[in-house]
């Protein structure tokens, strides 16, 4: 199959953030590895002038007349008239990968305008279907398994968060080391510093306990009442809820001890307590924390099964594969 494939490049359209990881690696490395030829259209340079974008793709895809076009859009740079151009001309799907908060106020907009659209969450296929959308998808982000897997040399980490810095991630880190936890951050905006694909994989396997914090909001009184700001920030946030991500499915598959947020759903990927472990607040965190890292042949037990489950379910081959195999019938 002929694939367009309609991405930015960069890691929000920003170069000197590296790569588009997920995009890059995850699905259009996939789609390649499937069998597929794709040719891709970026659109990093559109994202302040929208304009001439919608030539710029209407011309791109006549001139390759795909199979196929696979969209991950994010926000507002494609005019519908341009996805309808396209929808009446192609096969058309997008990935919306955040619906869990954003399908009133995003995807709604868009949904009707791609032949297919591909969520990843089960709660909001209803709503696909009260706009009168029939073929939706439900997916799930996963881990790049194009990736190849580090090699454990022993562990350097009680406890490590790998994810961009917020207000409410930093406050959650510092009330774990206010209560005896040593726990280091990594990404973007961390004294740290960001990591790469690779040095982030090894981080997994080297750290006993990676904590996982889906979401850059909370509800928690007890942060909202730390600091007057954070209530405004938590206001100002249009996420309402914790959310999947591909964080979710990254640590296990390279090898790590996963203890994350519970988020809606992770139940019918991992059995809870036996490949991942869960917690609702910071004071469950704390209490984990401390016992897995005194408990340590079940969080070896854990690691390893949960590690086998990502291994054979959770990779971008999974959801590509199943999402064509629908496509195909």
């Not at 209407?58 to 795909?66: R, Y």
């Not at 040399?153 to 936890?181: C, E, M, N, S």
């Not at 914790?242 to 296990?252: G, L, P, T, V, W």
Request: charged residues 25%; aromatic residues 16%; contains cysteine.
């Amino acid at each position: 199959m002929k694939i367009l494939f309609v991405d930015i490049e960069y890691d929000y359209g920003i170069k000197s953030r590296g790569k588009n990881c997920i995009g890059q690696d995850g699905f259009k490395k996939t789609l390649e590895n499937l069998g597929h030829e794709v040719i891709p259209f970026y659109y990093d340079k559109y994202l302040n002038n929208t304009k001439p974008l919608q030539e710029a793709l209407l011309k791109k895809a006549d001139q390759v007349k795909p199979d196929l076009i696979f969209f991950i859009i994010f926000r507002d740079h494609f005019e519908v008239s341009t996805l309808k151009n396209l929808k009446e001309k192609y096969t058309t799907v997008n990935w919306f990968g955040d619906d869990s908060w954003r399908f009133d106020n995003y995807t709604y907009k868009y949904a009707k305008s791609f032949s297919w659209c591909i969520t990843t969450d089960k709660f909001s296929i209803p709503k696909y279907k009260k706009l009168g959308v029939e073929n939706v998808f439900m997916s799930q982000w996963a881990a790049i398994d194009q990736n190849k897997l580090p090699e454990f040399t022993g562990y350097k980490y009680d406890a490590t968060f790998v994810g961009a810095k917020h207000p409410y991630r930093k406050w959650f880190t510092d009330q774990l080391r206010k209560r005896g936890i040593d726990i280091q951050c990594f990404g973007f905006g961390w004294e740290n510093g960001s990591l790469t694909s690779e040095q982030m994989n090894q981080m997994f396997i080297e750290s006993k306990i990676n904590l996982n914090l889906s979401n850059s909001n909370s509800f928690d009184l007890k942060y909202l009442l730390a600091n007057p700001l954070n209530i405004a920030h938590t206001i100002k946030s249009k996420k309402s809820m914790s959310q999947m991500k591909a964080r979710n499915f990254e640590i296990n598959f390279f090898g790590g001890f996963q203890l994350t947020n519970y988020a809606p759903g992770i139940e019918d990927y991992y059995d809870i307590g036996r490949e991942v472990a869960c917690f609702s607040d910071l004071d469950e965190a704390e209490m984990l924390i401390k016992y897995y890292l005194s408990n340590d042949s079940l969080r070896e037990k854990i690691k390893e099964v949960g590690h086998l489950k990502a291994k054979n379910e959770h990779g971008y081959i999974n959801r590509l594969r199943d999402f064509f195999e629908e496509l195909s019938r």
